[in-house]
């Protein structure tokens, strides 16, 4: 059985930064793409970063490229995204997900996390 938990949400002043990590248990060839998404209140979930296990090639949402890093380390079978310079319009729930193709896609994203709370003060 496939599960993920995300941890390393908080608060955060405007232009500071945080690591999310996401814990993989029970990982299969049905989890070889992680991704990273965010729903803010009364919003859409949104996409945020995709990686291959491998580091082999990564996505992001336009929001974040150039702030966000996602990465993987597959010894610790555990993802991650840094946030830098952090807005307060990234303030929402993260949640990191699994599926079986590279995409920015949630709805075809197998596996999801329970989330975890990122607040940005200004």
């Known amino acids: 059985q496939v599960q993920l938990v995300e941890s390393g949400g908080g608060f955060v002043q405007a232009g500071g930064s945080l690591r999310l990590s996401c814990a993989f248990s029970g990982r299969t060839a049905s989890t070889a793409f992680v991704g990273w998404f965010r729903q803010a209140p009364g919003k859409e979930r949104e996409f945020v970063a995709s990686?291959?296990?491998?580091?082999?090639?990564?996505s992001y949402g336009d929001p974040v490229r150039g702030r966000f890093t996602i990465s993987t380390e597959t010894a610790q079978n555990t993802a991650y995204l840094q946030m830098n310079s952090l807005r307060p319009e990234d303030t929402a729930v993260y949640y990191c997900?699994?599926?079986?193709?590279?995409?920015?896609?949630?709805?075809?994203?197998?596996?999801w996390g329970q989330g975890t709370q990122v607040t940005v003060s200004s």
């Open positions: 990686i291959t296990w491998r580091n082999e090639y990564a």
């Open positions: 997900a699994a599926a079986t193709i590279f995409t920015q896609s949630p709805a075809l994203y197998n596996y």
